[in-house]
């Protein structure tokens, strides 16, 4: 019981942090670190990447309807649209996922740990207060998803590139690019949702393929702790996509900025000092 009451805090977190620009990914690091799983290390690099699952369900129950070009009360014009968006978010993904399976031994060995976490949150919290005062002088060229060209689609991707490192944010890296290259807050954001939809897929099914391949076996626990979490995090990821749609259209995202350098300046001074 106490391991599932973790997975539900774990689940919280995801939730929450997955879509906000604030890394999630730094985040599950960081609460291992006060609230340990009691399962084995393989599974654990398994798990806080396939909680993402829960995550991404959610998007796809929120947006079904733009997603699906088979929508038997879509136009033939509106499927086309559909067909032209997926296109568009396979293009945006491909440099992530070149770079993920080249080096993804590679950064879990050197990468994950709490002194890169710490200097991403405030090197990309400094990037949004910078980026959202000059972006003040600035009208936005691109202002929905539709309106997103295949150059655009893939410089995001590109964008993206710089979340597999952590701390940095999936979202964070490729909203904040999104608006460097013109595009709404709003729409930048969307795109970055549907982006995760592939990205996050394929980087579960990575874990997973490793985690078979090891000849690891899953105990009861830890198969209860999976379902727990992605499903908390579903639940949570459907309330925070909402206020986050409805929070980007009235406001800057300075104020993630600024709660990044809070955040990255504290974990560096309580791991320097404990």
């Known amino acids: 019981m106490i391991e599932i009451l ?83 978010v396979v293009v945006a993904v491909i440099p992530s996922a070149v770079i993920g399976l080249l080096f993804d031994d590679w950064m879990d060995e050197h990468l994950y740990n709490y002194i890169v976490v710490a200097i991403m949150l405030i090197v990309y919290g400094v990037a949004f207060l910078f980026v959202e005062k000059w972006n003040q002088k600035r009208s936005f060229r691109i202002t929905s998803v539709d309106a997103i060209d295949y150059k655009t689609a893939l410089l995001m991707g590109a964008f993206q590139c710089l979340s597999l490192i952590p701390g940095t944010s999936r979202s964070g890296a490729t909203i904040l690019g999104a608006i460097i290259l013109g595009v709404s807050r709003a729409a930048g954001a969307e795109f970055s949702f549907f982006m995760a939809i592939p990205t996050m897929l394929g980087a579960s099914a990575l874990k997973l393929l490793k985690y078979v391949l090891e000849g690891v076996q899953m105990s009861g626990t830890e198969l209860g702790v999976l379902i727990v979490g992605c499903v908390v995090s579903f639940i949570v990821s459907l309330l925070v996509i909402k206020g986050l749609m409805e929070y980007v259209r009235k406001h800057s995202f300075s104020v993630f900025g600024v709660y990044r350098i809070v955040l990255g300046a504290a974990v560096l001074v309580y791991f320097l000092l404990r």
């Open 6 to 88: 973790k997975a539900i805090l774990f689940g919280i977190v995801e939730g929450i942090t997955e879509w906000l620009p604030v890394s999630s990914t730094g985040h599950l690091i960081l609460l291992d670190e006060f609230v340990r799983l009691d399962v084995s290390e393989a599974f654990y690099e398994m798990f806080q990447v396939v909680i993402q699952l829960g995550a991404i369900l959610a998007v796809i129950v929120l947006f079904f309807r733009k997603l699906n070009p088979f929508a038997l009360t879509k136009s033939a014009e509106e499927k086309k649209s559909t067909w032209s968006l997926w296109f568009k």
